[in-house]
């Protein structure tokens, strides 16, 4: 296999051929020396859980861009995240967050995220048509996040489009001075805003939760200011970006299967498995990097210390070694007791994945259930973003 072969306009439509013939190329395959993917479902879930694969996130990026280049606030800020970090001090900093997230999680969660979707619904219902991607899909979990951390709805939209551009560090397509630049910027913004609401929730805290984040502590230990900003710019982006596409991902995939969606009015039960089989079938999150920190043995392939390994777990979640007839959204399928990649595994699984789950269950039962006549009008003519890692379309187009 090329890297051409995962940059093509085709590949962005529907990668899932491409993970195919990856996976019949071997358990993991060379894309040059010393880098290597693998859409093996086996490879994949061992190394996320193996701790000599880890993060080499600014080492990566400066061998790309140089030195001064990765001197700015877009990539600073992403090496300062919990994604980005190694033990001892990924421990310490989940652990953190971990506290604090759960701290703030509270029995009415369901409650608001069904609130906010109902409300969506009522501005949408008299409309009858119109694109529902910025609208519904990422209108909900960005209210969502906003009123997690106490900030004006207002304001959201504005982070939100400063956020889709820091983005694209993550992206292993490569960016132009300008894009670069662009970031800082977007970045630079994002530091302001929130270093500010930062110094106003410390004067002024709250039951939000970036006042939790400020006020956690775990042995002693607590989040230092950069910890914070960082982490926060993360639960921010993490918190809408990929469940709005989640979200428009699943519309997508269960708009050719109506008869699930009959089901699931008749039986709200079924609701959760629905959430679970289109994560596994088209999730938002397509690929994860890891780098080696000492030799290894990975299926008779010897890898040597600061090899990357770009693990797809788009392609993972429909190996057919692991799930029957992958390529197909199923709700009888009898391999329940294996999890899909959707949320990572190991030490990097998601924080926020209960969370996500809840919020994508709440927005399709709620436009089931209050749009019955709901249609998309674009779904042979959908255009899809030109990213690797966070997969996801530029419109979605209905009609009810």
Same mark, same amino acid.
């Given at each position: 296999?090329?890297?051409?072969?995962?940059?093509?306009?085709?590949?962005?439509?529907?990668?899932? !051929?491409?993970?195919?013939?990856?996976?019949?190329?071997?358990?993991?395959?060379?894309?040059?020396?010393?880098?290597? &993917?693998?859409?093996?479902?086996?490879?994949?879930?061992?190394?996320?859980?193996?701790?000599?694969?880890?993060?080499?996130?600014? $080492?990566?990026?400066?061998?790309?861009?140089?030195?001064?280049?990765?001197?700015?606030?877009?990539?600073?800020?992403?090496?300062?995240?919990?994604?980005?970090?190694?033990?001892?001090?990924?421990?310490?900093?989940?652990?953190?967050?971990?506290?604090?997230?759960?701290?703030?999680?509270?029995?009415?969660?369901?409650?608001?995220?069904?609130?906010?979707?109902?409300?969506?619904?009522?501005?949408?219902? !008299?409309?009858?048509?119109?694109?529902?991607?910025?609208?519904?899909?990422?209108?909900?979990?960005?209210?969502?996040?906003?009123?997690?951390?106490?900030?004006?709805?207002?304001?959201? !939209?504005?982070?939100?489009?400063?956020?889709?551009?820091?983005?694209?560090?993550?992206?292993?397509?490569? &960016?132009?001075?300008?894009?670069?630049?662009?970031?800082?910027?977007?970045?630079?913004?994002?530091?302001?805003?929130?270093?500010?609401?930062?110094?106003?929730?410390?004067?002024?805290?709250?039951?939000?939760?970036?006042?939790?984040?400020?006020?956690? $502590?775990?042995?002693? $230990?607590?989040?230092?200011?950069?910890?914070?900003?960082?982490?926060?710019?993360?639960?921010?982006?993490?918190?809408?970006?990929?469940?709005?596409?989640?979200?428009?991902?699943?519309?997508?995939?269960?708009?050719?299967?109506? $008869?699930?969606?009959?089901?699931?009015?008749?039986?709200?039960?079924?609701?959760?498995?629905?959430?679970?089989?289109? &994560?596994?079938?088209?999730?938002?999150?397509?690929?994860?990097?890891?780098?080696?920190?000492?030799?290894?043995?990975?299926?008779?392939?010897?890898?040597?210390?600061?090899?990357?390994?770009?693990?797809?777990?788009?392609?993972?979640?429909?190996?057919?070694?692991?799930?029957?007839?992958?390529?197909?959204?199923?709700?009888?399928?009898?391999?329940?007791?294996?999890?899909?990649?959707?949320?990572?595994?190991?030490?990097?699984?998601?924080?926020?994945?209960?969370?996500?789950?809840?919020?994508?269950?709440?927005?399709?039962?709620?436009?089931?259930?209050?749009?019955?006549?709901?249609?998309?009008?674009?779904?042979?003519?959908?255009?899809?973003?030109?990213?690797?890692?966070?997969?996801?379309?530029?419109?979605?187009?209905?009609?009810?």
């Amino acid at each position: 296999m090329q890297i051409s072969d995962l940059m093509s306009p085709n590949f962005f439509s529907d990668p899932y !051929p491409v993970y195919d013939q990856m996976r019949e190329a071997g358990s993991l395959v060379a894309l040059g020396p010393g880098t290597w &993917m693998t859409g093996s479902y086996a490879v994949v879930d061992a190394l996320l859980r193996d701790r000599r694969a880890g993060k080499k996130y600014m $080492e990566r990026v400066t061998s790309v861009y140089g030195e001064e280049a990765v001197k700015g606030e877009l990539f600073e800020a992403n090496a300062n995240t919990l994604l980005q970090m190694n033990p001892p001090v990924h421990s310490r900093l989940r652990r953190l967050l971990a506290k604090a997230f759960n701290a703030y999680q509270v029995k009415s969660f369901t409650a608001t995220a069904e609130s906010v979707a109902d409300r969506l619904i009522d501005e949408l219902t !008299p409309k009858g048509e119109g694109d529902i991607l910025e609208k519904y899909a990422y209108a909900l979990p960005l209210e969502i996040i906003c009123d997690m951390m106490d900030i004006p709805p207002s304001d959201g !939209p504005m982070l939100s489009r400063a956020g889709q551009v820091a983005t694209r560090s993550v992206e292993p397509e490569l &960016m132009t001075p300008a894009d670069i630049e662009e970031g800082n910027r977007a970045i630079s913004h994002f530091q302001s805003y929130f270093n500010d609401l930062v110094r106003k929730r410390r004067l002024q805290p709250g039951s939000d939760l970036i006042s939790v984040l400020l006020s956690t $502590e775990d042995e002693g $230990e607590s989040l230092t200011d950069a910890e914070i900003f960082s982490n926060v710019l993360l639960l921010f982006l993490a918190g809408h970006e990929t469940t709005a596409n989640m979200i428009s991902n699943a519309i997508i995939a269960l708009h050719d299967h109506p $008869e699930m969606i009959a089901r699931a009015i008749a039986d709200e039960s079924l609701w959760p498995a629905i959430v679970s089989e289109c &994560m596994r079938y088209d999730n938002s999150i397509q690929v994860t990097v890891r780098a080696l920190m000492e030799d290894v043995d990975i299926d008779g392939h010897q890898l040597k210390k600061g090899d990357t390994i770009y693990l797809y777990l788009g392609a993972a979640n429909r190996d057919p070694s692991i799930f029957d007839q992958p390529n197909r959204l199923a709700l009888d399928r009898t391999e329940k007791a294996v999890s899909s990649m959707s949320f990572g595994a190991g030490a990097h699984f998601c924080l926020g994945a209960r969370l996500a789950a809840i919020e994508l269950e709440v927005a399709l039962r709620k436009l089931a259930t209050r749009l019955p006549d709901f249609e998309l009008t674009n779904a042979t003519s959908l255009q899809w973003r030109r990213r690797s890692v966070v997969r996801g379309v530029t419109s979605l187009r209905a009609r009810w």
